[in-house]
Structure formats: C-alpha cells, structure tokens
C-alpha cells in the first residue's frame, strides 16, 4: 500500500512544511555563515515568503509544468530556496554538480533542455558560458554578484543579450514580489495544480562509464522514500533538531537531508565540508549525516586521545557535541568497526541501501533493528528479491518508470514483470537482513578462463580506514593485480600514532605500503586463490571527481582509472618472475 503522502489530498510532500509555519514562521529555519565569522538566521516565514517572491519571478519567465530548472552551486540556502521555489512554479528541479567538467556540464543542461539556470559564482557560469552553444537556457540567475560581460567576452559571447537574461538573486526576488503584489494567489494556484505523477526532480545518474542518464523523480516517487524512511527512523528526529547542513545537495542524499528538515523542522547550520567536523563541536548536533570518512575521521581522532577505550568513547561524545540521537552514513559502505566503535560509545549510525532511480532507499538498518553487517532491511513500501543470478530485483512506488529520452537504457533495466534490476548482487540473511555482495556488471575473464566480479573483491576494502579506494585488474591475465588509493591524512596519524617518520610521501612510506600488504593479506584470506591480488602499486596521487576518475558520488571510474594508471599497473606483471 501506498503510504499517505500529504495532509491533504494530493498535496505533494514537499510543501508539508507551509502547515507548520503559524507555529514556526518566527523560529530560525536556517543559519547560514557571514563573511566576517558567525551565523545569521533565516526564519521559516523568511524562507517561505522568499521562495514565493522567486517562485513569482520564475512564472514570469516563463517556467510552467514540467519545465526543468537547473541549480548548479555548492550546498548553501539559496540553494533550498531555489529549490523549493522552482518546484513551486511546476519545475521539475535539475541538480548540477558545481565540479562537472563541460562536457558533462553541456549534456546535463542540454539533454534536459533545461530553460533557467541557477548558479553561485563566476567561475561555475564561466563553465556553462564555454559551452553556451549547446544549451536552451534563457534565463540565469546569479546566488552572488557577477559581471557577466567580462566572461562573455571571453567566450565570444554577446554581452548585452547575455545581461539582458541574467538576474541577480536580490533582483529576481524583488522582481517575483512586484508580480506577487498584484496577483497575492499565483504561486498557490500553481502548486496546487501540481500531481503526483508530475516530476519533481530529473536527476542525472554519474554513470562510472558513458554519459550521465536523467531520471525523472515524480512527486510520488519522492513522496513514497521520505513517508518510508520516517516509518523507519521517524522517531529519531524531534521538531527543533539542529542538524549540519554540508553534504551536496545536488546529491539525493543531501537533498534529502534538507526536504527532512522541512517536515521534521530542523535548525540547519550551512557548512563547507572543511568546516563540518569543527561545527559539531561548536553547534552540538542532534542529527548528522555524512560519508564514511567523516566518522572514520571521527573515530580516528577519539582514539589519538587516549589508549584507554572508555577514554576514547568520552572523546568521541565531546568532539560530536555530545548530543547526537541520529546518524546516516551512505554514499558508499561504511566500515564495520568504525560502526562498532560508535555504538560502545553510545551513538548509532544507521546505513540503507538504494539507487537514484529509487528515490533513492530500497533498504534501511532500523534503530532497533539493526545488523551492522547489512544495509538493513526492505523500506515498507518495497517489494525486493535476489534474482536466478543473485542480483536484486525491486518494485514499489518509490521506483522511477524510466529514463529520460532513453527508451534503449529503460528497457536494459527492467524486464518483462516490471522489476527494476539493480545490477547490484546480494542476498538475504536469515533474519531478513540484505547484504549487498558486489556489482553484476564489469566481470573480469582471467588467462585461466575464470570469470571475476571485481566489485566482490574491492568491496571487502571498506573495513580498512587507510584505504579508500581498490581497483582490481587483470582481464586476461594470469592473475589479479590492484590500484590502491589510500587517505594520506589517517597515513599521517597513523605514522604518528606509531612514532614512525613520514618521510619524502605517505605514497612511498614503506611502513604505509607494509599496512596496505597487510589489508590485502586480510582480504585475500577470505579469496579463492584465483580471486587473490598478487600485488597491487598505491596510486601516486589521490583519486578525484576533478581528475575525472571518481563519480561526484566516489564512485570508481573504471576504465578512466585504468587508462591512467595503466602503465603502473602492467609493470606489475613485467616484473613478475615466471
């Protein structure tokens, strides 16, 4: 059954909040940091008659069901409003990450046809600019000052007709609010046209090879997950919860966080991810949300504190605030003993599993049913199995209906009966619990005609904190070879923990390649001799989404990966002894 998506009928779950707002329009929503150190508040009321004023501005322009409304900025409140704002006006929103390269830039806004664009600052628009040909942008609005005609100018652009269409978010604002004085009722009016079925968010997947594909998110889609994960973990959260608002947003996970702040009425603290990890401390979260290396941070510095466990657990509690009642980890799996090690300490981090084309949970760990050896359990709204092949097959109303403009790709992931194909592999423990077992795709053939998922192999590297990222190689080969990408800060408090020296790099620091031996001596016990990695080279330098060989989510880019380290690696077989 469908889970009960609004207070009233058919009213999409991202405005839940304009409910609560005669009781919160005077309670700070936002803080957001100043140039000169501190915080200044953003009200609930503030908020709302904000996103009303640009939701105006973005009928004026023209913005009508369906029309896709790019955001393309780092996490910051703007971009909640815009948000918000755009889906107002019957926008279907396209989050752009900010560090795409141009061409992924120029497919992502020209494939979605986007008509408006949101951007942060000059730099961004000098990549939208370098691609302008491509695009159907008509109208952009700037979230800080930029002179536009210097960077049409130098991407031979027409300066007065790129002006003419560029606002700055204080004069589009003004602008919607003109438009709202003599018409009080048109932004009601066009949200309350909005259906369920109609898309909320197109959200282009980061693909680890080809071009990113646009999954459209309906108001459903989206409506089903959040009414799932509060059946799951809703009462973790309380009204009022203050929460550190850092992760992308135009990543559901992020994204997430902020539409669960609305419902469950937040006090969210902006932060870049250089400055999450000090907020905590300051601002004493009840709710945080990261990537593993943030708690594999966290545990490290708790246990520099003190040899003694007790001591170290009452370090972890002071550096965290001491407050925290909910924590996600996700983006990628976090190690068992670092989720260990917080629940000695008295705090549960809670991991799903799921996929952009699933809004995006299909599984989640409850707090009070848990296994720290799984992603959880299906959401209440999923239907789940292992096919034949092992690989995990789904339904349920939170799943998207098919890619945008790509019926080949729709039909590659569904099949006959309707079930989505994950193109993950997992299986069920006894007690009801999924465990994901790696990726169908991308089989490695050895020399010996021994068929390799080497996402089998590289997903047992997530228990080793040192290690980041693991590429196995070797199609075709005798045997398998790795990649190894290590975070040279935990290399560093490791060596110091040890009293050892760093030397010229942590990436040559031969104690720092005895401890990366030593992980893939752990992994390769647990290995048919076939599956084991002979030897492996540490990655000269650290892997990147800027470098193009992570996904913005951390994902591996294999083959782009592959081609750049391809040398190191096949000198690991030119110096094999035969």
């Known amino acids: 059954m469908t889970p009960t998506l609004a207070r009233e009928a058919n009213a999409p779950t991202i405005f839940f909040f304009l409910a609560s707002l005669p009781e919160r329009k005077d309670r700070p929503r936002f803080f957001v ?18 996103c009303e004023k640009l939701a105006s501005f973005l009928l004026d322009r023209g913005v009508t069901k369906g029309s896709a409304v790019a955001v393309c900025a780092n996490t910051r409140w703007e971009w909640a409003a815009a948000a918000i704002a755009l889906m107002a006006a019957q926008g279907a929103l396209v ?6 390269p141009p061409s992924q830039l120029a497919h992502i806004l020209g494939h979605s046809e986007a008509s408006v664009l949101f951007v942060e600052n000059a730099e961004q628009l000098a990549r939208v600019l370098s691609v302008w040909d491509r695009l159907r942008v008509r109208t952009i609005i700037t979230m800080t000052d930029i002179d536009v005609r210097p960077l049409a100018q130098q991407c031979g652009l027409d300066s007065d007709r790129l002006a003419a269409m560029t606002f700055g978010w204080q004069q589009a604002t003004a602008q919607g609010g003109d438009s709202l004085a003599k018409a009080p009722s048109r932004v009601e009016q066009a949200r ?26 309906t108001h459903l889609n989206v409506g089903v997950s959040g009414a799932d994960w509060m059946a799951c973990n809703g009462s973790l959260v309380k009204d009022g919860d203050v929460d550190i608002l850092w992760l992308p947003m135009a990543h559901l996970y992020g994204l997430g966080q902020f539409f669960l702040g609305n419902n469950a009425g937040f006090v969210s603290y902006f932060a870049d991810p250089a400055r999450a990890l000090a907020l905590m401390m300051e601002q004493r979260p009840h709710v945080f949300m990261s990537v593993p290396i943030f708690w594999e941070k966290l545990m490290l510095f708790a246990r520099a504190a003190s040899p003694e466990p007790a001591a170290q657990y009452e370090k972890l509690r002071a550096i965290t605030g001491g407050r925290l009642r909910f924590c996600l980890s996700g983006g990628a799996g976090l190690a068992k003993e670092v989720k260990e090690f917080f629940y000695r300490a008295g705090i549960l981090i809670i991991e799903g599993y799921g996929l952009t084309e699933c809004s995006p949970n299909l599984t989640m760990n409850r707090h009070d049913d848990f296994d720290f050896d799984t992603v959880g359990k299906p959401v209440p709204s999923v239907e789940l199995k292992i096919a034949a092949d092992g690989e995990i097959v789904a339904k349920g109303a939170n799943i998207f209906k098919g890619y945008y403009r790509d019926p080949e790709a729709t039909r590659a992931v569904f099949d006959a009966d309707g079930w989505f194909h994950t193109g993950d592999l997992g299986a069920f423990t006894a007690n009801g619990f999924v465990k994901i077992i790696g990726r169908k795709k991308d089989i490695l ?32 080969k005798k045997y398998l070879t790795a990649l190894i990408d ?36 752990a992994v390769n016990r647990d290995l048919a001799s076939y599956e084991t990695i002979k030897k492996f080279v540490i990655a000269p330098a650290p892997l990147s989404v800027e470098d193009n060989l992570l996904t913005p989510t951390l994902k591996l880019k294999r083959a782009a990966v592959t081609k750049r380290y391809q040398r190191e690696l096949e000198q690991l077989y030119q110096q094999a002894k035969e």
């Open 33 to 50: 940091p100043q140039p000169g150190g501190g915080f200044a508040p953003i009200t609930w009321g503030e908020l709302a008659t904000g």
């Open 95 to 100: 989050p752009v990450y900010p560090t795409l």
């Open 192 to 217: 309350e046209r909005i259906e369920l079925e109609d898309v909320a968010y197109l959200v282009y997947t980061s693909g680890t090879t080809g071009l990113p594909k646009g999954v459209p998110l």
């Open 486 to 521: 290590i975070d040279d800060g935990v290399a560093r408090a490791q060596l110091a923990a040890a009293n050892a020296d760093v030397g010229r790099s942590v990436r040559d620091n031969q104690t720092v390649v005895a401890w990366v031996q030593a992980a893939v001596d």
């Open 445 to 476: 053939v050895t020399a010996g005609g021994k068929n390799v998922p080497p996402a089998n192999i590289e997903i047992k590297f997530k228990d080793f904190p040192l290690i980041t990222q693991a590429m196995v190689y070797g199609d075709g």
